[in-house]
């Protein structure tokens, strides 16, 4: 079965995607402190079992319509996650 690679959500516009939940979840949190609400999607048997390739450990970060060119100016103006915001040591 062949699946779109552009999630479709009424209302809502795909404004991130993210290898793995934790990016997302910097991605989501950073719109919030804007005032701009996310919704997190991705497929649960990649959190479960932890695969990160082949799509399944996508995390796609949507927000409302109306707050898509300010969601995109937050993260144009702040950029993605860097690996001090989510963790990552030597």
């Known amino acids: 079965m062949f699946r ?5 959500r009424p209302g ?4 991130y995607t993210s290898q793995g939940m934790l990016p997302a979840q910097v991605i989501k949190t950073k719109l919030e402190a804007a005032g701009i609400p996310a919704l997190l999607e991705y497929e649960s048997a990649g959190q479960a079992i932890g695969i990160t390739m082949d799509g399944l450990g996508e995390v796609h970060v949507f927000v409302p319509d109306d707050f898509a060119d300010d969601a995109r100016r937050v993260l144009d103006v702040q950029g993605p996650p860097d690996e001090d915001e989510i963790g990552v040591q030597d």
Not at 4 to 8: A, C, D, Q, V
Not at 12 to 15: M, R
């Open 12 to 15: 809502l516009t795909l404004v």
């Open 4 to 8: 779109s690679t552009r999630p479709k």
